[in-house]
């Protein structure tokens, strides 16, 4: 994937679950691992739980009754000269930044 210029929309969710727990018997399970994406798909990555981050990606998409949220992201040149992704959690994109 090659760095993007600008803010972009990301889309945050929990992945579905297919377990047998998520059937029926266990009750809700918290996800552990989020998902994040852009419209495209060109961006398409598993933010496991001990990552920097994930609490607060985790509390914004379970605030949401869908339990996804669209934020806003941007490519920014690491310490170590690689690409990392930022992603802005106080500023909500409006509806009209994101159509699918």
């Known amino acids: 994937r090659h760095p993007r210029e600008g803010v972009w929309v990301l889309k945050v969710q929990a992945p579905l679950d297919k377990s047998d727990d998520a059937a029926g018997g266990m009750g809700k399970m ?5 998902l994040l994406h852009d419209e495209t798909f060109d961006l398409v990555h598993f933010v496991p739980e001990e990552t920097f981050g994930h609490g607060t990606l985790l509390r914004k998409a379970l605030r949401q009754r869908s ?32 159509d699918w």
């Open 67 to 98: 339990q996804q949220v669209y934020l806003y992201a941007e490519d920014c040149l690491g310490d170590r000269g690689g690409s990392v992704l930022r992603i802005f959690t106080e500023i909500a994109p409006n509806q009209s930044d994101f």
């Open 30 to 34: 918290v996800p552990a691992v989020l």
